[in-house]
T-cell receptor, first 112, second 110 residues
Framework: NAGVTQTPKFQVLKTGQSMTLQCAQDMNHEYMSWYRQDPGMGLRLIHY???????DQGEVPNGYNVSRSTTEDFPLRLLSAAPSQTSVYFC???????????FGSGTQLSVL | KNQVEQSPQSLIILEGKNCTLQCNYTVSPFSNLRWYKQDTGRGPVSLTIMTFSENTKSNGRYTATLDADTKQSSLHITASQLSDSASYICVVSGNNRLAFGKGNQVVVIP
């Protein structure tokens, strides 16, 4: 039982490049979400999904895209990377609203 | 204004000593409050959950309290160990949302 798996662990991009952060969970959780964590800012919600085929915006969605074609996978796409997107990104899953969050190990992204 | 405020922002304690972290929130209606521990370079891991009817709950050397009337919670670490060095994040659930505190950064030194 791997829990929540995120790849890659580290990534460096140039401004304007696009990429996809991968997230997969094996706990059959309906709820999945993406957060970014910046120094002094805490965790901020980017996008979330309450089930396959259903996604919605969080607090800071601009510049990011998501899709949820299966229960297991919830990739995060950066459309055109900007230096302001330099951050640590966490994917999380949970059984439902208010339930315990299970986080991945994070992706440290630098945009030059 | 952030709905969850944590204090102190950071602290350094000697190994073996106790410390208390504070979390004040304004989330309403309130569903539950969780404390997460985040080790450097890792994702947060849940330590404990507090619901409206619970005042105190322990998880090993960690004891959480909740005062729903004053909307305050604390996390007490007893006999700290080097492995307690981490960020402790308070997360409050309510109104179909999660509100995150910015964390208490704890450094335990020998």
């Amino acid at each position: 039982n791997a829990g929540v798996t995120q790849t890659p662990k580290f990534q460096v991009l140039k401004t304007g490049q696009s990429m996809t952060l991968q997230c997969a969970q094996d706990m059959n959780h309906e709820y999945m979400s993406w957060y970014r964590q910046d120094p002094g800012m805490g965790l901020r919600l980017i996008h979330y999904s309450v089930g396959a085929g259903i996604t919605d915006q969080g607090e800071v969605p601009n510049g990011y895209n998501v899709s949820r074609s299966t229960t297991e996978d919830f990739p995060l796409r950066l459309l055109s990377a900007a230096p302001s997107q330099t951050s640590v990104y966490f994917c999380a899953s949970t059984r439902g609203q208010g339930e315990k969050l299970f986080f991945g190990s994070g992706t440290q992204l630098s945009v030059l | 204004k952030n709905q969850v405020e944590q204090s102190p922002q950071s602290l350094i304690i000697l190994e073996g000593k106790n410390c208390t972290l504070q979390c004040n929130y304004t989330v309403s209606p309130f569903s539950n409050l969780r404390w997460y521990k985040q080790d450097t370079g890792r994702g947060p891991v849940s330590l404990t959950i507090m619901t409206f009817s619970e005042n105190t709950k322990s998880n090993g050397r960690y004891t959480a309290t909740l005062d729903a009337d004053t909307k305050q919670s604390s996390l007490h670490i007893t006999a700290s160990q080097l492995s307690d060095s981490a960020s402790y994040i308070c997360v409050v659930s309510g109104n179909n949302r999660l509100a995150f505190g910015k964390g208490n950064q704890v450094v335990v030194i020998p």
